[in-house]
Every structure is written in C-alpha cells, then in structure tokens.
C-alpha cells in the first residue's frame, strides 16, 4: 500500500536539523528571545524551540526555551526536553481503479488515500501526497438547459434530434450515458417581461415577425435523465420559444435549479456531472432583481413545484457568482457555457469566478452543438484540479503539482493535457498557524473539481506539554505560593520570582541592574517597570510588549498598504515571520505560482518570471496576465500557425491531443487576400507539407483576443510540365538556329553586295581608261563567208574580200 508517512517523517526531521543549525551558528536565537515563563508558550514561538522541564535547570540567565541541540549541550537529559514535531497518519487508502462502468461502478477510486489525520504544532510543517487518476469509460449524466427566448429559435430547431446523434458519439467515450433536458427564459415580471394582460397568455402578440409564442416562465425541468435518448427528441420537438422584455436572461437561475434539485433532475452519485448552458445573451446577476423589487436574496435551495418549474422566481433575487460556484462544487457538476463568439468574453470572464466551468463558441444556429460538447467533454477530462472545502483558518496549504512530465511545480494545483487513464500526483505541505480553542476538532477535504472521490484530513493541535499532566498546585518547590509545572512555578496573584519569593511592590537597587539589558540602557527598555529581578511590560494598545527586558513587541513590524505583515505573517520582536506561502519583509509575495501559468502550461508563456505570484515579462513587447501575448515576439507567429493549422486544416501537433479548442481561442477571420496596411499586426507565413505558403495576420483586439486574419487556402506555385518543358528547349534550340542561319545569310549577303559593289566600280574604271587612251585603236574582225550556186547546171563560187 502506497504512504507518504515514511517520506514526510524523514524530511520534516531534516528540516528541522537545518533550521537548528542555521539557527545556532549566528543571529537571533527566536527561542531565548522572548520572555517565555511556560512551556506552552515556548511552543508556540517557533517550531524549532524546545522547553526543558528539568528542575535543577535554567538556573541564573539560562533560559529553558531554546532550541533542541543547545538545551542537550546544556546538560538537559533527552527525558525532559518537551519538542513535539508534526506528522501524518494514513488512515485509508484503498488502490487507484482503472475503469469507471461495469459490476465495479460503485466501487471505483480515483484519489489515494482516501482518509489521513495530521498531528500539526503551530508554526511547524507537515506533508503529505496524494494521486489522482481519470479512470476509463466513467459513467456521464448530461442535462441541456436551453434559452427559449424569441432570439433562440434557429437553435431550437437545429436540436431537435440532437439526443440520437449526442448519443452516438458519446458512446464513444464511455458506455453509460444519459441525457436530460430543461429551458429557461426570464423572471415573468416588470421590467424583465411583458406583463400587460395581453402578453400574458402569448408575449409574441403584436410581434409580426413571430406572433405566436408560449408564456414567459423562469425556469422548467422538462426531462429527467434518462438513457432513452429518443426521449429527448420527443420533448424536444414539443418546445416553442418564448419572449422576454430586457435583454439579458435570466438563466443563472435556471443553473442554479438545475444544480441543487438532484432528485428532480435525477445526477448519479457515480457518474460525471455535465451541465450545458445554451444561450445568445448576458445573463441577470445578483442585485438586477432589485430592479423588479426582489431584495430577498437567493437562498441557494431548490424550488421546483409539482409542474417542474421555478417556483420562486418573483420571490427572490437572481444568485450571485459565489453561490452559484459553491453550488456547482458542492454537487461535482462541471458547467459548459455554450455563446456566441461575441459573448465568449464576458463568460471567459465568469469561468475565472467559478471553479470547474468552461466557455466554447456556439454557431448562431447552434449546429455545431454536438463537437462543441465533444470538444468541452475532452477538455474536461483533459486536467485535474484540487479545490479545498472547510479550509480552518489557522491552517496554511501549500501545493506542488507533479504532472505527466514528473516535473515539480511549486504553487501549482492542477495537471492539463492529460489522457484518460493518466496518473498525476500531487504534494501537500501543511502548516498551523495557531492553537484552535481548547476541545476543538479540526478538519478539511480536498477533492478533485467535479470529482465525487475526495480525501479526508482531520487535525490534531499539539499545543499541549507533556509535563503539565504532572503540575502541582501550593508545591513547596514555588514557597507554597505557587504551581510548579514543567520545571517553573507560576505564582499566585500578587507574588513573583523564580520561586515566588518576592511579592510585587518590592524594589532596590539589587534588583534594578537584572532589569537593565546592557549598562547604560534603560530599565525594562523604558517600556516597563522592574520588580523583584524582573520586567513588568506596560501594556499597550497597538499590541503585546515582551522579553526578558520589555525589548520585542508584536506590531513593530513592517506594513504593506497599513496592514502589519501584509495580513499574511506574524510579527516577532521586529520582525516578520510569514505564514507558508509567503516571503518578503512584510510578506505581500506570494509563492504562489498557479496564476502564472499560461494556457499551454509554461511559466508567464516562457516570456518572464513569476514574481509574487504575478507574471513579470521580460520578453519585449510581451504582455498579458501571463504574458500570453505578444505579436513582436520571435515564436509569435511560431505559436500562432499551430492554432492555424488545427482550427483550419485539422492538422499539425495540436490536432490529434484534443487541446485545440482549449489552447487555441483567438477569433479566426479567412478572406481570399491578406491586407498588410495595419501597423499593429504582423504578417506571419509558413511553408506547409506541400511546399505551399500559408500567409495570417496576428494582431491584439481592444476586447483583449487575440485576431487571426487568414487565407482560405495556402498560396501554391504548380510545377513545371515535362512536355513543356521538352518543346520549350527544342523551340528554343530551333529559333536559336534559325536565328543563326538569318544571321549568316545577312552576312553573307552583305559581303556579297560589297564585293559586287567593288567589281562594278572596278569595271567602270576600266571602260573610262580605255576610251580616254589615244594609243589605243579599236581592234577590226574580218569575216569570210563561202557561198555555193548551182545555177542551171552551173557552178559559181564567189568570195568576198
């Protein structure tokens, strides 16, 4: 069986070496500092102080309240040394279960241990740990409370076979499921509703665009939880809407009603608590019914009368935030605000008033209703929270969280990212401020947010010494004069000293010097009066004046906005000791680091430190409650594609570990071209797998979202065509010859030209030498010609000369 006792045992005694040893080697010894005359009181100064109750001890100057070590080198025996120390005490802890439905329903664990009981001295510290697990298939009961006002009829319709399909994908998640439903519109009263006596039978009446319409009512409880879902598609479809005056609902109410009345409603003892709030509108808060003349406030019961409506509605105010948190705690019910995405902000804004709620976006229309209860379901599942019921206020705690990475994390109570079956652990560390009255019994639960499992702490105070079990009344030790207890004699009124052997009024010069801390220096500090070798501290109004001397009071300490430590220590001889949690002069910084982290689980977003409990960004340009935000920052455009990529493409590292819609709640605007005009947004790209560039504009809304403006689609260059490419080089390679052979013909031709040119000029030359040259005699050809006659049997031959 697994117990933290052994573990927390040992580090409680090595802590209380150290602060020995610290202690000793130098400064204030917190232990002899005070003027301490029991060994009660000596307890309560500080955990490491120990009070000897030898009798032969303490004699002179020494003190019997010192720390453990000095009171053995002093020659204390062990026996007589009073040193209570805190621990824990395991009471029961039964093994973590692995499945939620099935024969073993009844019996499933998922906090270990389940009981333990802390034996705590005031100001020491004990631990303690503590594991949680989110069992597989765990039963889950889920009741739809609807706003039927006029604005919500869309909606209405879009849901009206919402059962079966809810059905089918929540057997998915677990095999035992069951649905119920409810609706709501606004108290049926001026000034929230029409209350003439013709709206009263049909508000809708004189309304054109929908004349007809039920009577406004507060709350109705229309099905019980069941697991006939074509139930609810029955019920459903019988709805009509309803209208109401003002603009905000009044469906605060309606959660309220929905939480507290368990019979009516029919919520599992063993099962998951889901309440789904649809609405398109604010709603009324604690105080608006005033306006209507309701001052009674609401009294957080359940007022359903035997039609299944709000009974109480014109009877009492709307319930504040706090009750309805207290509620919603009391009865394990996670609360899932389904708006529209201009009201995410307001009701982002209740979910930090009201533990175990989350906010998703509702389509006008309410069709994605469905992923949006998938998405909430996952997110749910998705981390554990601890919450503390019945906190005393005398009692400090501390958490350190150690989730699926094994990492500490101090001042952290919650694990995200989880997968169902996950085990995370987590370390408590507890400290009494004070002693309770005497006969008080003390406890305090921590439970999962949601969780019907829960550990049970109770409290014991070690503010008691052993030794006043002995004490004896008129003791000869105290002159007859006194109680002899724990080594020292608490006298009878009127008489003092170690032995009662002075009565007060008794003075001189003897005495006076016991009364002075140094020579020189005042008696009693000037702040008291010496009597029989002691200081009487006066009293003052601002607070007590102690020590040996009247040197230490508890309210000269330092303040922080008027107040002494800051309300969050204890002041000590000038000095502030702060409760755990705490550091700092005046103890106003806070440990505490849960409100430093981000939403992905890192410190002030990896932009900063944690100090005092509150996000320092170091990053430039960064800022934020946790430094979430900063579009200059380098890893801004980094942090923003995967949000890109899981919200639009359903792809990338946020897509497949049901965080998106967790992690990623910036507003997402697609257009078909980007706009680089405004200077406060950056312009971020990437390539994608596809060798594509996606293009998206970061920049921070007024309303405190940050705005994503995006292309539709990523920006692709095709690849070049193989044929193309083939003819555009063998054209390529035909032009270029052609052009060559063009070339060379143009040369050719020129070259042909000059050279005929030349020739003729030359021959032309030649014809004009020759006519001009008087040598010269044009050459004479003579022709001889033969002719033949034959002429009347005659032959004649001739030539011509």
């Not at 000596?42 to 000095?70: E, K, V, Y």
């Not at 020129?750 to 010269?776: C, G, K, T, V, W």
């Amino acid at each position: 069986m697994w117990s933290a006792a052994p573990w927390t045992r040992r580090a409680a005694l090595c802590c209380v070496l150290l602060q020995t040893l610290v202690h000793s080697s130098g400064g204030l010894n917190m232990c002899m500092s005070g003027s301490t005359t029991s060994c009660e009181e000596c307890l309560l100064i500080h955990p490491n102080c120990a009070w000897c109750s030898q009798q032969d001890f303490g004699r002179g100057w020494m003190s019997r309240c010192d720390f453990f070590t000095n009171l053995l080198k002093r020659g204390c025996e062990n026996r007589f040394i009073e040193f209570p120390s805190s621990r824990t005490s395991i009471l029961e802890s039964r093994p973590l279960s692995s499945k939620g439905s099935g024969w073993t329903q009844y019996d499933v664990v998922q906090i270990m241990p389940q009981k333990i009981s802390l034996s705590l001295r005031p100001g020491g510290q004990t631990w303690f740990g503590l594991q949680v697990r989110q069992v597989e298939d765990y039963p889950v009961d889920l009741y739809y409370l609807m706003d039927l006002s006029l604005s919500m009829k869309d909606d209405l319709d879009t849901i009206r076979n919402l059962g079966t399909k809810l059905a089918l994908e929540m057997g998915k998640l677990t095999s035992n499921f069951r649905l119920g439903f409810g609706s709501f519109v606004d108290k049926n009263m001026s000034p929230f509703s029409y209350t003439a006596d013709k709206y009263q039978e049909n508000p809708c009446n004189g309304y054109k665009l929908f004349p007809n319409c039920v009577p406004t009512f507060g709350f109705r409880h229309i099905l019980s939880l069941t697991d006939k879902v074509d139930r609810f598609n029955e019920e459903v479809q019988k709805q009509m809407v309803s209208r109401n005056r003002d603009a905000p609902e009044g469906g605060f109410d309606a959660i309220l009603q929905a939480a507290v009345c368990k019979e009516e409603i029919g919520w599992r003892k063993e099962a998951y608590h889901l309440l789904v709030f649809a609405t398109d509108d604010v709603p009324h808060l604690a105080l608006d019914g005033r306006l209507g003349g309701l001052v009674q406030p609401h009294d957080g019961r359940c007022h359903l009368n035997d039609k299944n409506e709000y009974s109480a509605s014109t009877q009492m105010d709307y319930p504040s935030l706090a009750l309805l948190g207290e509620k919603l705690a009391e009865n394990n019910i996670f609360l899932i605000f389904a708006v529209t995405k201009r009201l995410y902000v307001i009701y982002k804004d209740f979910t930090a008033l009201i533990p175990g709620t989350t906010v998703e976006i509702l389509d006008q229309d309410s069709k994605n209703v469905i992923q949006l209860i998938i998405t909430a379901y996952n997110n749910i599942r998705s981390k554990v929270e601890l919450s503390v019921w019945d906190h005393p206020e005398d009692l400090s705690l501390s958490f350190t969280a150690t989730c699926q990475d094994g990492q500490p994390l101090p001042g952290l109570r919650k694990c995200a990212d989880l997968k169902i079956g996950d085990t995370v652990s987590f370390n408590v560390s507890v400290e009494a401020r004070s002693c309770p009255p005497r006969g008080t019994d003390q406890s305090f639960t921590i439970k999962p947010v949601g969780f019907k499992d829960r550990l049970e702490v109770s409290v014991d105070y070690q503010c008691d010494c052993g030794c006043s079990q002995t004490a004896k009344s008129n003791s000869s030790i105290c002159s007859s004069m006194g109680t002899y207890t724990c080594g020292t004699c608490q006298c009878e009124p009127g008489y003092l000293g170690a032995r009662c052997e002075c009565q007060e009024g008794d003075s001189g010069s003897m005495y006076l010097s016991a009364c002075r801390e140094a020579e020189g220096k005042q008696i009693c500090s000037g702040r008291g009066e010496c009597s029989c070798n002691q200081c009487l501290c006066y009293e003052s109004e601002f607070g007590k004046i102690y020590g040996s001397f009247c040197e230490c009071d508890d309210f000269s300490c330092a303040r922080h906005k008027g107040i002494l430590c800051s309300g969050h220590g204890e002041c000590h001889c000038g000095e502030c000791k702060c409760h755990a949690g705490y550091v700092g002069d005046n103890c106003n910084c806070s440990t505490e680091t849960s409100t430093c982290v981000s939403d992905d689980g890192r410190m002030c977003s990896g932009r900063g430190s944690c100090v005092c409990g509150r996000c320092q960004c170091s990053e430039p340009g960064a800022f934020g409650d946790t430094c979430e935000k900063c579009p200059t920052c380098p890893d801004a455009c980094g942090t923003k594609r995967e949000c890109i990529e899981c919200r639009l493409f359903n792809s990338g590292r946020l897509a497949d570990n049901q965080t998106c819609q967790r992690l990623c709640k910036d507003e997402i605007i697609t257009v078909e071209m980007l706009k680089t005009e405004d200077p406060n947004a950056v312009l971020c790209l990437y390539k994608t797998d596809d060798d594509c560039v996606m293009k998206f504009m970061y920049s921070e809304h007024a309303s405190g979202l940050s705005v994503l403006t995006a292309l539709k689609e990523p920006e692709c260059s095709r690849g070049p065509d193989a044929l193309m490419v083939l003819l555009a080089v063998v054209g390529s390679i035909l032009l270029v010859g052609v052009v060559l052979l063009a070339v060379w013909k143009l040369v050719i031709t020129i070259h042909d030209r000059r050279e005929f040119a030349r020739f003729q000029s030359a021959r032309s030359r030649a014809r004009y030498e020759m006519a001009s040259n008087p040598l010269y005699k044009q050459p004479v050809s003579t022709h001889f010609v033969e002719t033949d006659f034959n002429m009347f049997g005659k032959s004649y031959n001739g030539g011509v000369h």
